[in-house]
């Protein structure tokens, strides 16, 4: 079993940035592909980015390409998502998840998942 929280969220103007952290715990030693999912209110949980277990390897939505960053630090067993030019488009609750396939987008490829962590942009 993986644990998984996230923190960082809060709400911001257009424009502005925020850096959501995920913190896991459990068997962190297995070599999980981490992910960020997103989900705004009366809309299906979307992909936002995901990074391979060594951090050499990233996908992003189109959406936010370009404006989020994803990273992960190992050693503290926590990744990072690190978003630019933020707008309202992008306010939803942000999820964290760990899975097993590199790349993936797919909800259905994560098996673990965190709590959210709720960001609003205001315009």
């Known amino acids: 079993q993986v644990q998984l929280v996230e923190s960082g969220g809060g709400l911001v103007q257009a424009g502005g940035s925020l850096r959501l952290s995920c913190a896991a715990s459990g068997r962190t030693g297995s070599t999980y592909v981490m992910g960020w999912f997103r989900q705004a209110p009366g809309k299906e949980r979307e992909f936002v980015a995901t990074i391979s277990w060594s951090g050499g390897s990233t996908y992003y939505a189109d959406s936010v390409k370009g404006r989020f960053t994803i990273s992960r630090d190992n050693a503290k067993n926590t990744v990072y998502l690190q978003m630019t030019s933020l707008k309202p488009e992008d306010t939803a609750v942000y999820y964290c998840?760990?899975?097993?396939?590199?790349?993936?987008?797919?909800?259905?490829?994560?098996?673990?998942w965190g709590q959210g962590t709720q960001v609003t942009v205001s315009s």
């Open positions: 998840a760990a899975g097993r396939y590199s790349n993936s987008y797919r909800y259905a490829d994560y098996d673990y």
